[in-house]
């Protein structure tokens, strides 16, 4: 009888929620922790430091004033050279867009497929995690590119994401790219790069 009677709180259907609640408690503290570290330095230069392709000390020695000043000449400019989409991806996380950019590097990634075996895997891949609604990394992109690249999903080609690839680097160049050129970080970039200069 004393079996039949005794019950873990886990079982029990109220004692399923306390812990559902309890864990829900854990992750939320955990993100507040992890959001907390982003507002409190996500605009400084210490937090492009850390995503450098390179060893941080290493790459910065290598980026010359010269070359960071050059990434306001254009947004393209910045595209091609590999500090400044690490320092702009950076700039893109605190601001939680930088799915844009990611999706503008596959899709030039993309356009090198040789294999048309690939190319279709990769086309489908891009699309499910970039541009299809729901996507868990959906770009920002309008109704009508959204669906043209729908179709071009049934025939992928190296030109299948070109012009959803050109709206989102619109996007980037209007709205974040200017934000990023007047950002802290990317003023502390090119004062620490003047500095070891001096």
Known sequence: ?????????????????????????RQNKGMRT????????????????????DKPNRAL???S?????RWADSFDVLLSHKYGVAAFRAFLKTE???ENLEFWLAC???????????????????????VDVQAPREVNIDFQTREATRKNMQEPSLTCFDQA?????SLMEKDSYPRFL?????LDLLSQSQRRLS
Not at 1 to 25: E, F, I, W, Y
Not at 165 to 169: D, Y
Not at 182 to 186: A, D, E, F, I, L
């Open 165 to 169: 690839q050109g709206k989102v680097h």
């Open 65 to 69: 004033t010269e070359e960071a000043t």
């Open 182 to 186: 007047r950002s802290k970080m990317y």
């Open 108 to 130: 030039e990634e993309f356009k090198k497929t040789r294999s048309t075996a690939k190319l279709v895997s990769k086309a489908h891949r891009i699309f499910e995690e970039f």
């Open 61 to 63: 020695k290598r980026l």
């Open 1 to 25: 009888m004393g079996n039949s009677l005794t019950c873990s709180l886990s079982d029990h259907p109220v004692g399923k929620d306390l812990q559902a609640m309890r864990t829900g408690q």
């Open 34 to 53: 992890r959001l907390g570290c982003l507002s409190h330095k996500s605009d400084s230069c210490s937090d492009f430091t850390a995503i450098l392709p």
């Open 96 to 98: 939680f867009s930088e």
